[in-house]
């Protein structure tokens, strides 16, 4: 990936960095963290890709893709506000250092950000897409609401939740990409489709690594779901199977505040039981699957390998 | 104003109630919270006048004054988790209410939603200066937070922070109303010019509001930004005249987080030794001038009489 986008990503990481300064300097202080702490730019990267597979020779895509880290990069502020975290990927959080409130306002500042250089790119059709992205997210963070500390949230509501939180910033990323090269609407709908599914396998594997003990390995702290009392797939698959017992136990763990040191060890036996960390992946790797059938309409060759294996990788990374 | 525009602005409610719904009940009902006790709707209005002002005809000045309205809405949102403020205009705050979660969320909702409207609108120029206004009230209101506390701060910057959190998008309200009517650019500077000067004017007149006994005939409570440590321009002049031991009280008052019940009423009598408040008001009448001056471009007739009296009744309300 690294070797097929790797300068076009150097030309994406200049402009975040230039598009984030202000002349107050708490704006740059405060982006810049969550931008360093960011991670793997995964989102930019299939901007990119996914312009580079429909054949795109402009310089759009690096802008486009900045848009979406932008967006990215203000759903994690405004989340860890939400969410009152204070480590993301080890370090410490943007609100932890600086406050919520920093964190709202400097969210929206990067917010606005994205449409500005939206508005230079000049694509209607690509703002009205990435604009529906950002209401869906917003809704599905708000339907996630609605499901914290609810175990017996059904897998659909709860798809519908990863769909809008996760998935809709994924499926708009690739869809931006045939959109700016200009290809027909089903090549745009067939790369939309290979990053819904993409982004559902993602979270569903993330959902996974809170449970798992390679978690620790990429950074990440374990059990932040859990004792966020977090209602997550896993949760879903061993609360459905459970029995009453068991079920009081996950009401009294995650919705009735009363979380004991040795609660998150029952809850992974309980999963280990009921195969609900298995169930999970079993989901992620059939929409991996998904999303690489979603590739079929474009022609075989080194773009499209790395998107097909992108998708691999999304639920190999358990491993 | 509401003869000339109240038929429209009977379809901007409409639109906003309508735009606002969606599956995810807390969207409509926290949205719906805020829009109800949102008040005068002044910036939505200013853009059907300043429309009318320019002689357009068509239909799109009332889906741009309700994205108008949703920036305002989502930003007030905000706001009251950044201040957290529990009532506003006598009502409970939804983050009072609902909590700052969904405050959070829902804004950055009601902001995509507003991005959504002007892609629909599809005006290029719009989605710029709405895009260019979202960030600078983003910029003022973190600038605001380096001057909580700082009763040092010079008029100079605290004229920046009102420019950004306030006039900003006052002064984008009225402009898009020359853009959509395809007026050459002189006069979309002269109404952006006249909001720009309204804005300023207008929140000059609120910080005096609320060192001021007319403020709770307005459902406001007296006294917040006291409270709340907050640097206006009447604590400004008032620090800056004051002896060494005024700045001591000021000091203590605002920045230790010391404060005494009968604070209040020595910051009032400081204020008024120093005509702090006569001092902002000023310089609120002399902006709500320019303002009128702005608008000399433009024919006389019953929406620029309008215009100029929003002016004069905007520093009026004090009395």
């Known amino acids: 990936m690294h070797a097929l986008v790797g300068a076009d990503?150097?030309?994406?990481?200049?402009?975040?960095?230039?598009?984030?300064?202000?002349?107050?300097?708490?704006i740059p202080q405060l982006a810049g963290h969550i931008v360093a702490s960011g991670g793997k730019r995964l989102r930019p990267m299939l901007t990119l890709a996914s312009a580079r597979l429909c054949g795109y020779e402009g310089r759009c895509h690096v802008e486009?893709?900045?848009?979406?880290?932008?967006?990215?990069?203000?759903t994690l502020l405004h989340d860890d506000v939400v969410d009152e975290s204070l480590l993301r990927r080890g370090a410490e959080t943007a609100n932890a250092v600086w406050g919520n409130q920093a964190s709202v306002l400097v969210g929206d500042f990067l917010f606005s950000r994205s449409?500005?250089?939206?508005?230079?790119?000049?694509s209607l059709e690509v703002l009205g897409i990435l604009a529906n992205a950002s209401a869906t997210i917003a809704e599905g963070e708000v339907r996630q609401l609605a499901t914290v500390s609810r175990?017996?949230?059904?897998?659909?509501?709860?798809?519908k939740v990863v769909e809008g939180k996760t998935?809709?910033?994924?499926a708009a990323a690739c869809r931006i990409g045939a959109v700016i090269a200009g290809r027909p609407r089903a090549e745009a709908e067939a790369l939309e489709s290979y990053g819904m599914n993409?982004?559902?396998?993602?979270?569903?594997?993330?959902?996974v690594l809170d449970y798992s003990a390679r978690q620790a390995d990429l950074g990440k702290t374990v059990g932040d779901?859990?004792?966020?009392?977090?209602?997550?797939?896993?949760?879903?698959?061993?609360?459905?199977?459970?029995?009453?017992e068991e079920r009081t136990f996950w009401r009294r763990a995650l919705c009735?505040?009363?979380?004991?040191?040795?609660?998150?060890s029952r809850a992974l036996d309980l999963m280990r039981r009921h195969d609900a960390l298995t169930g999970t992946l079993d989901r992620a790797r059939s929409r991996a699957e998904d999303a690489k059938r979603a590739l079929r309409p474009f022609a075989d060759g080194p773009v499209r390998t790395v998107l097909s294996d992108i998708a691999d990788f999304c639920v190999d990374r358990v491993y």
């Not at 449409?115 to 000049?122: A, E, K, P, S």
């Not at 977090?230 to 009453?244: C, D, H, M, N, Q």
Request: one cysteine or more.
């Open 256 to 264: 009735e505040g009363g979380q004991r040191t040795e609660d998150f």
């Open 225 to 244: 779901d859990f004792a966020e009392g977090k209602v997550t797939l896993p949760v879903i698959l061993a609360f459905g199977r459970g029995t009453g």
């Open 115 to 122: 449409f500005q250089l939206m508005v230079d790119v000049g």
């Open 64 to 74: 486009l893709a900045a848009c979406v880290e932008f967006i990215h990069t203000a």
């Open 167 to 170: 998935a809709a910033l994924f």
């Open 198 to 207: 993409l982004g559902m396998a993602f979270q569903l594997v993330d959902d």
């Open 9 to 26: 990503m150097a030309r994406v990481n200049a402009l975040i960095l230039e598009r984030m300064q202000n002349e107050v300097a708490l």
């Open 151 to 159: 175990p017996e949230t059904g897998i659909a509501d709860y798809f």
